[in-house]
């Protein structure tokens, strides 16, 4: 079963525009990860981002938790045709680390 | 580091058959997950091993699923009497767990996926 939401389903903006995606779930959690999928491919592991933590930053990528409302989000600054693909975030309860994702938000970056 | 390797990357047979994937995960891995993911959708989790240990499988993985680690390197799921509802991706992937602090939330590398269709 999917653990939340990403919302928007999908997103289409223009190269140099910034995009975010949310996530929602529903548990408690020990940390939130997010992954990028290119059509047909594997995931690609992007950031971790812990229960203790409220902000992560890596190169162009931003992203937020906030656990009072179960939700975190995930900024792509200087958007660029490559980042086209979906986003998922996944979450991993308390006590396990299997990951539970999301139903994706699918990007597209036109040039 | 050569990443999570799955084989073969794409199957296609036919209903009734039974098929296995392969999935060698990161060098020094002790854990080792199963997901299956169809189109459109986020993966979904199908079970998980410590080391050869299985700890725990999904209401998903039916009766026909079965999944091993024998040595705690690689793994195969196998699927038997397959079924068209079977075709989906099948993703692998592994992850370096502490028995200090087993779940401090470590980073999941994922493999790039095993298509299976069943006509």
């Known amino acids: 079963s999917q653990q939340g939401e990403e919302d928007p389903q999908a997103l289409s903006i223009q190269e140099g525009e910034n995009a975010t995606m949310n996530c929602s779930y529903k548990t408690s959690i020990n940390n939130l990860q997010w992954y990028r999928q290119n059509s047909g491919r594997g995931l690609v592991h992007l950031i971790l981002?812990?229960?203790?933590?409220r902000e992560k930053h890596s190169g162009r990528l931003r992203v937020t938790l906030d656990t009072s409302k179960k939700s975190s989000s995930l900024l792509i600054t200087a958007s660029r045709a490559a980042d086209t693909a979906s986003y998922f975030c996944?979450?991993?309860?308390?006590?396990?680390?299997?990951?539970?994702f999301g139903t994706g938000t699918r990007l597209q970056v036109f040039p | 580091d050569t990443g999570v390797s799955q084989n073969p990357r794409h199957k296609i047979t036919k209903r009734g058959q039974n098929v296995t994937f392969r999935c060698d995960p990161i060098?020094?891995?002790?854990?080792l997950y199963w997901y299956r993911q169809t189109l459109g959708q986020g993966p979904e989790f199908l079970t998980y091993?410590?080391?050869?240990?299985?700890?725990?499988k999904s209401r998903l993985l039916s009766d026909r699923f079965s999944a091993e680690r024998p040595k705690g390197s690689f793994s195969t799921l196998e699927i038997q009497r397959t079924e068209q509802g079977d075709s989906a991706m099948y993703l692998c992937?592994?992850?370096?767990?502490?028995?200090?602090?087993?779940?401090?939330?470590?980073?999941?590398?994922f493999g790039e996926g095993s298509w299976l269709t069943v006509v």
């Open positions: 992937a592994s992850s370096l767990g502490s028995p200090q602090d087993p779940f401090s939330g470590n980073t999941i590398y």
């Open positions: 981002i812990r229960s203790n933590e």
């Open positions: 060098s020094e891995h002790n854990r």
């Open positions: 091993f410590q080391n050869e240990a299985q700890l725990e």
């Open positions: 996944a979450t991993a309860e308390w006590g396990t680390d299997k990951l539970i």
